[in-house]
């Protein structure tokens, strides 16, 4: 039989510490690799001496977006021909036992995708994204008071031989380089928010995805990470884009997506962020302009002024 070949890829920007430890947590897999590659966005702070000077396999991007970094990972597999991707980012590392638990699981005929399940490295049995409970259509559930699993013990309990259907990508996701010729590659429109869901539902449509409840992946905690009015643009305009083109009750989802938004903002940067710099500057018209283009459906890079 075959051997599997799988090619490693983190994407990073600035934050070379945590390089340093994904790459160690890459290198102390028991289910090896064949090759590492860093896709390096436009980093200032010495990733490029570091990559060069360490011998470590790297492609240098402009600073223009996670799209273009996922879109040059995933065509550097093809090119070199390679059965799966193992995709992350580098604020996350891997349990060592991760690559191997996936491989396990996998089936190359049937799954598109099988991920490793995010766990704060703080506190191992809860979420850093949380699960959504699905519906009968296997879409994120809108009308019941609970609607995510947000802990490793309640994953583990409603799964089904260790596998649930669906992925938060990209943080130890395994793709199977075969169902990215059906699907395509990254839409580089995404820009900056928005292609990790996109790129997730045009997998489902192509073949099974799953996370691993066995398969491990450690990331900080992100809940009280300051956002600023980018990420907020194109996290509003691209989610609404996304809830049109893939998923029901478009309306109901994207009133959702706006409300969820300014508590979002709130909850990251405070009240007085909210009222003071957001609610009453000019910031606010980016988010009028981000409710438009979204339910447009104007997809690419805007040229903002923030």
Known sequence: MKRIRIVAAILTHNRIKLLKRCLNSIKNQERKCDEVLVINNGSSDGTETYLSSSKILHINNENSGSALGWYTAIEYAKKNKYDLIWLMD??????SKALGNLIEKYEIT????????????????ILVFPIPILNDKNFPIIFRLKRKYKTLKECEYISQDNLIPFAHLFNGSLINLKYVNKVGGIDLRYFHHGVELDYLYRL????????????????????????????????????????SKYLDYVLIRNSFTIFLCLIRIIKRNGLKYFFYDFIFSNKIIFFWLAMIKGFKKKLGKDELKL
């Open 90 to 95: 580098d604020d996350g590392y891997a349990d």
């Open 110 to 125: 049937r799954d598109s995708c099988i991920s490793s399940i995010v766990l704060q490295e703080e506190n191992k049995n």
């Open 204 to 243: 489902f449509q192509s073949g099974k995805v799953s996370t691993c409840c066995k398969a491990f992946h450690y990331h900080p905690n992100t809940e009280l990470r300051k956002i600023n009015m980018l990420w907020i643009y194109y996290y509003l305009k691209n989610t609404l884009i996304i809830n």
